[in-house]
């Protein structure tokens, strides 16, 4: 089975600065999906950024961008200009068979002002 | 776009009563739909995945019995928490699937259930 593994349990980083969260995760399948989401407060899940494995090419959306390496399975996001509302806990998720997401256990990026 | 609505917010009710939790996907239509159980400051656990039209796949150590699934409409998904107890207590979070070459789960706000 798939697994994700997010070893930043939490993060904190001051307002305008750059933080990067990792994950790596595990799997045999050579083409697949990964997912950033992100948990306010709210516990709303909202979609962050997509990556597919066949590409090559990092997903970039506004501030977040990922580093994408299917060699080391690693697929960490970076959030650039951080902002008070960035905070949250991030989760980042691998699509498996079925479209079932495996989700890592989470990191807490802190925000300072 | 992809909005998931979830509803209610908050219920609590009473040991040994039911309560249906329902998720509507409010822009496109969802063939399928996961249900979702979250604890404190948890990652989220999948409990099931509904197809429209079929029955539920539960994932292993969910009682299908306890938990039952419903999805009869291709943007709604009912959860029904059968005799609830207050270990069922929890947050449940709803999503649904989008179509096309870029399938991706969009998720409901959850409903937090508390078991008196």
Same mark, same amino acid.
């Given at each position: 089975?798939?697994?994700?593994?997010?070893?930043?349990?939490?993060?904190?980083?001051?307002?305008?600065?750059?933080?990067?969260?990792?994950?790596?995760?595990?799997?045999?399948?050579?083409?697949? #999906?990964?997912?950033?989401?992100?948990?306010?407060?709210?516990?709303?899940?909202?979609?962050?950024?997509?990556?597919?494995?066949?590409?090559?090419?990092?997903?970039?959306?506004?501030?977040?961008?990922?580093?994408?390496?299917?060699?080391?399975?690693?697929?960490?996001?970076?959030?650039?200009?951080?902002?008070?509302?960035?905070?949250?806990? #991030?989760?980042?998720?691998?699509?498996?068979?079925?479209?079932?997401?495996?989700?890592?256990?989470?990191?807490?990026?802190?925000?300072?002002? | 776009?992809?909005?998931?609505?979830?509803?209610?917010?908050?219920?609590?009710?009473?040991?040994?009563?039911?309560?249906?939790?329902?998720?509507?996907?409010?822009?496109?239509?969802? %063939?399928?739909?996961?249900?979702?159980?979250?604890?404190?400051?948890?990652? +989220?656990?999948?409990?099931? %995945?509904?197809?429209?039209?079929?029955?539920?796949?539960?994932?292993?150590?969910?009682?299908?019995?306890?938990?039952?699934?419903?999805?009869?409409?291709?943007?709604?998904?009912?959860?029904?928490? %059968?005799?609830?107890?207050?270990?069922?207590?929890?947050?449940?979070?709803?999503?649904? +699937?989008?179509?096309?070459?870029?399938?991706?789960?969009?998720?409901?706000?959850?409903?937090?259930? +508390?078991? +008196?």
């Amino acid at each position: 089975a798939q697994t994700v593994t997010q070893s930043q349990p939490e993060m904190s980083v001051q307002e305008a600065e750059t933080v990067t969260l990792s994950c790596t995760y595990d799997t045999s399948e050579s083409d697949y #999906y990964l997912f950033w989401y992100k948990q306010p407060p709210s516990r709303q899940m909202i979609l962050v950024i997509r990556q597919e494995a066949y590409k090559q090419q990092n997903a970039t959306e506004n501030r977040f961008s990922v580093n994408f390496q299917k060699a080391a399975k690693s697929f960490s996001l970076k959030i650039s200009d951080s902002q008070l509302g960035d905070a949250a806990m #991030y989760f980042c998720a691998y699509r498996e068979y079925g479209n079932k997401l495996v989700f890592g256990a989470g990191t807490i990026l802190r925000v300072k002002s | 776009g992809a909005v998931v609505s979830q509803h209610p917010s908050r219920v609590i009710c009473k040991s040994g009563t039911s309560v249906k939790i329902e998720c509507r996907s409010l822009d496109f239509q969802a %063939t399928t739909m996961f249900w979702y159980r979250q604890f404190p400051k948890k990652s +989220l656990m999948l409990m099931a %995945t509904s197809n429209e039209g079929s029955k539920a796949t539960y994932e292993q150590g969910v009682e299908k019995d306890k938990f039952l699934i419903n999805h009869a409409s291709l943007t709604l998904s009912t959860l029904t928490v %059968t005799s609830a107890h207050p270990e069922d207590s929890s947050f449940y979070i709803c999503s649904a +699937l989008t179509s096309g070459p870029q399938e991706t789960q969009y998720f409901g706000p959850g409903t937090r259930l +508390l078991v +008196l």
